[in-house]
C-alpha cells in the first residue's frame, strides 16, 4: 500500500505553478544585477515575483525582501533589537529573543508591548493561532501564510516572515516582508542585493517558484480549499479519541490551523510513535525533539504547561489539500493498531 504524508507543517507538497514556473526561469541566462538585456529579463522574473509575494500576502505597499529562508528572515528581523516573546514560538525566533511572555493552556500568549515583540500567527507544533494586536514589531507567518485569510497590511506589523515551501513552493527561499521606511542592519553584505538589505545573487529559480506558489495559494484560499481539511482533522480526532480515550488533543478549545492535530498518550513516547507510524507507511512528526541522542520534552507544551510526561509523548499530524479522508482513517486504524500494541508490552 502507498506511503501516506502527514507532515504538512514541515514541508509541502511542490505545485505544479511552482515547478513550471521554476523550469521557465532556468532558461533565463542573466544575472538580474546585470544591466544587459539577459540580465533585465531576470530581474523582470525576480520582480515579478515579488508582486506576486506581496499581493497574495496582502503587502502591497511593503517592501518583500527575498532571503534563503524563513530561518533568516528572523534572524534579520530580530537580531540585536533586544524583542521579547514567549517559549512557543520556533526555533529560529527563540534563538534572538528574550522568552518572557506568559502563555496559557490554550496556547494563547498575553503581549504587554506590542512594538517589542515578536508573535507567530499559528504554531507549527500545536496548530494554534494566535490573535495579533495591532503594532506588533514582527510576525512569524511561516505556517499561517496560505492556510488562513491573513493580510500584513491588516496588522500593522512592522515586519514579518514567511517561506515558500510552507506553501508549494521550493524549499531554499523565504521571505522578510517589512512596511515601507522600516531598516534593518544587513546580515549579509557584498553586493547590496535587495535594496541592501541582503546581499548575494537572488535565487531566480527558486523566487520564481515562490511566487507563482504564493499566487496559487491565495486563490486557493478563496475558493476555500482548507475547509474540507479542517473536517478531515475533525474526523482524525475523534476516531483517535474512539480508539483511547485518554488521548490528549494539544489547543482543543483554541483556534487551529485547518490541518494540524497535536495529540499525546502520556508514557508513549513521540519519538517511537513517529518511528512506528514510519514503518507502517505513514509521514508524520514528533512533538519532542531529539538532540545529541538525549530526548529533550516539547519546549512548546512544557510552556503551556503540561508536564514533561506529557510533552514527550506529544506528535503532530498535519493534513493539507490533497489529503483523503480514506489516508486519515487508515492512519488512525494504524495507530490504534500501535497503541494497543503499547499497552499490552506495558501491562
Not at 27 to 46: F, I, Q, T, W
Not at 234 to 257: D, H, P, Q, S
Request: include cysteine.
Amino acid at each position: 500500500m502507498s506511503r501516506v504524508y502527514l507532515d504538512w507543517n514541515a514541508t509541502t507538497p511542490l505545485r505544479p505553478e511552482a515547478r513550471e514556473a521554476m523550469i521557465a526561469a532556468m532558461d533565463v541566462v542573466g544575472n538580474p544585477s546585470s544591466v544587459h538585456a539577459e540580465g533585465r529579463a531576470a530581474k523582470a522574473l525576480v520582480e515579478k515575483a515579488r508582486g506576486q509575494v506581496a499581493s497574495a500576502f496582502g503587502a502591497d505597499g511593503a517592501d518583500v525582501v527575498f532571503v534563503s529562508s524563513a530561518t533568516e528572515a528572523a534572524a534579520l528581523a530580530c537580531a540585536g533589537r533586544g524583542l521579547v516573546g514567549a517559549d512557543i514560538e520556533h526555533d529560529a525566533v527563540a534563538a534572538w529573543i528574550e522568552a518572557t511572555l506568559p502563555v496559557d493552556g490554550n496556547g494563547a500568549v498575553s503581549v504587554a508591548d506590542p512594538a517589542r515583540t515578536v508573535l507567530q500567527a499559528a504554531n507549527s507544533e500545536t496548530g494554534v493561532i494566535q490573535a495579533l494586536p495591532e503594532g506588533l514589531a514582527v510576525v512569524d507567518a511561516t505556517q499561517a501564510f496560505g492556510k488562513l485569510p491573513f493580510a500584513f497590511n491588516w496588522t500593522g506589523c512592522t515586519m514579518a516572515m514567511i517561506s515558500a515551501h510552507k506553501l508549494g513552493g521550493p524549499k531554499g527561499v523565504g521571505a522578510l516582508v517589512m512596511k515601507r521606511g522600516t531598516d534593518v542592519a544587513a546580515r549579509i553584505r557584498g553586493g547590496g542585493q535587495e535594496m541592501g538589505r541582503r546581499s548575494g545573487t537572488e535565487n531566480v529559480i527558486g523566487i520564481a517558484g515562490f511566487g507563482a506558489a504564493a499566487e496559487a495559494a491565495a486563490r486557493d484560499l478563496a475558493d476555500g480549499i482548507w475547509e474540507p481539511v479542517a473536517e478531515f482533522r475533525n474526523i482524525l480526532e475523534k476516531a483517535l479519541e474512539a480508539a483511547a480515550k485518554e488521548t490528549i488533543f494539544v489547543g482543543k478549545y483554541a483556534g487551529r490551523l485547518p490541518g494540524t492535530s497535536c495529540f499525546a498518550l502520556p508514557g508513549w513516547k513521540g519519538e517511537t510513535q513517529v518511528m512506528q507510524m514510519d514503518l507502517a507507511g505513514f509521514a508524520i512528526s514528533a512533538g519532542s525533539a531529539c538532540s545529541s541522542g538525549k530526548v529533550r520534552a516539547s519546549r512548546v507544551l512544557r510552556a503551556m504547561g503540561y508536564d514533561d510526561d506529557v510533552a514527550s509523548s506529544a506528535i503532530r499530524v498535519s493534513l493539507g489539500p490533497s489529503t483523503t479522508k480514506e489516508q486519515v482513517l487508515r492512519f488512525a486504524d494504524a495507530w490504534a493498531a500501535k497503541y494497543q500494541r503499547h499497552r499490552a508490552r506495558s501491562a
